[in-house]
């Protein structure tokens, strides 16, 4: 399965965990992600998360997206949309929506932001199905495909919910409520 992340997903395990997790166990997270998904970075949040100084350990294991074919043009929607979104963020959207109509279901669109979010629930609909963020990801991947065991995840998830990841609470409380289940 295709994971197509924005930078925030790369931001959490590279910077924003750094006061209550070493180094080595948050490159662990991301590698677990990196060896269970094939992620495949746009430009734009490739240059992101290379500004990162820990990000070489990874490198080597995303797939990084040259260009991103036009598809404005085609997709009215898309064009239309642009200014309300951060380059990544559309990028990513427009990669997905590029996937989606090549008939390629199996892919995980990774968005935190939350107007982002609202604006695939709203208007490109198409790829509302493959939407995640980051912790939900994580509970996913606990969940459903046995990445982290349940204890990890809830350690992980309520290590993400005290540093500086901008997220609600709430979305992280739901998420390992239904881990704990």
């Not at 994971?3 to 677990?32: A, G, K, M, Q």
């Amino acid at each position: 399965m295709k994971l197509l992340p924005d930078s925030s997903f790369f931001i959490c395990f590279l910077s924003d965990l750094n006061e209550s997790v070493d180094e080595s166990t948050r490159l662990h997270y991301l590698n677990i992600f990196l060896e269970a998904f094939s992620v495949e970075v746009v430009p734009i949040v490739y240059h992101e998360i290379n500004k990162k100084s820990n990000s070489k350990p990874i490198d080597h294991k995303i797939i990084k997206i040259k260009a991103i074919r036009s598809i404005d043009r085609n997709e009215p929607i898309l064009s239309y949309l642009q200014p309300l979104l951060g380059k990544g963020e559309y990028e990513v959207i427009s990669l997905s929506f590029l996937y989606y109509r090549n008939k390629e279901s199996h892919f995980l669109c990774v968005l935190d932001d939350d107007v982002a979010r609202r604006i695939v629930a709203n208007f490109i609909t198409e790829i509302k199905p493959n939407l995640i963020g980051t912790v939900g990801l994580i509970g996913f991947c606990s969940s459903s495909l046995a990445l982290f065991d349940k204890t990890e995840a809830v350690t992980l998830l309520g290590k993400i919910k005290e540093s500086n990841f901008r997220i609600d609470p709430k979305i992280i409380d739901e998420i390992i409520q239904k881990l704990k289940l």
